[in-house]
């Protein structure tokens, strides 16, 4: 498996500020997400991070809002802009094709739990 | 498109009680079948998976067989302990769409002593 660590762990925030979410990996890995995973429901996928190009977003999530980085193979960056209450959530970032894994096989994040006031 | 559903939670068991959650999928071609599970204030951790039809998956006493003929994946443990409880989630992936998961609803489990 991968040591994926996530800066911050939690943060609150006024309305209309951004938040840049940090990933980070102890090691190479092939792909990198990020979900959403709002108060008591399950995860959806915000977008593929995509290293050295723009990321690929799912339905319903534009770059506008939740702008993307992974200048490499281990770090990710995902910001939160313009925040409003409904985007109170854990964030969490997955990634795969970690060395001696399975292609499949996703490891996660610990997350970060975002409150928007 | 894709699709998990799992029974609706939340469960709640006695400890060494027999544990069943249901998962049944929607999905073209041969997808990756995993359960995660995420415990009270953490991230989710894969508890196990299955790659093709009749592989069965298993770890920390949990299993689960891909069933393409039923299109299921039920998780299943013999014996649940306090440890146990947390939230479960069903999930697939296909290599065609790059390995991104699809996950069902989640379901709660709370084993009481």
Request: negative net charge.
């Amino acid at each position: 498996s991968a040591v994926i660590s996530q800066k911050p762990s939690r943060d609150i925030c006024q309305r209309g500020t951004s938040l840049t979410i940090q990933c980070q990996v102890d090691s190479q890995v092939t792909m990198m997400f990020w979900y959403r995973q709002q108060p008591g429901q399950s995860l959806t996928l915000i977008a593929t991070a995509n290293q050295g190009s723009e990321a690929t977003y799912e339905s319903g999530f534009v770059i506008d809002k939740f702008p993307i980085s992974r200048p490499n193979l281990t770090f990710s960056t995902l910001t939160v802009s313009n925040m409003s209450p409904e985007d109170s959530s854990i964030y969490l970032c997955s990634v795969v094709g970690v060395s001696g894994g399975s292609y499949n096989e996703q490891f996660f994040g610990p997350g970060t739990r975002l409150t928007v006031l | 498109g894709d699709s998990v559903t799992q029974m609706e939670g939340p469960v709640t068991l006695s400890e060494e009680a027999f544990l069943t959650i249901n998962c049944t999928y929607t999905a073209t071609g041969y997808p990756s079948l995993f359960w995660y599970v995420q415990y009270p204030g953490e991230g989710l951790q894969l508890l196990l998976k299955a790659t093709k039809a009749d592989d069965k998956g298993s770890n920390k006493g949990f299993e689960a067989t891909y069933r393409k003929e039923t299109t299921s994946f039920h998780l299943e443990k013999g014996s649940v302990q306090v440890s146990d409880s947390a939230v479960y989630f069903c999930a697939l992936s296909q290599r065609t769409s790059g390995s991104r998961l699809t996950f069902g609803e989640g379901t709660q489990l709370t084993v009481n002593p």
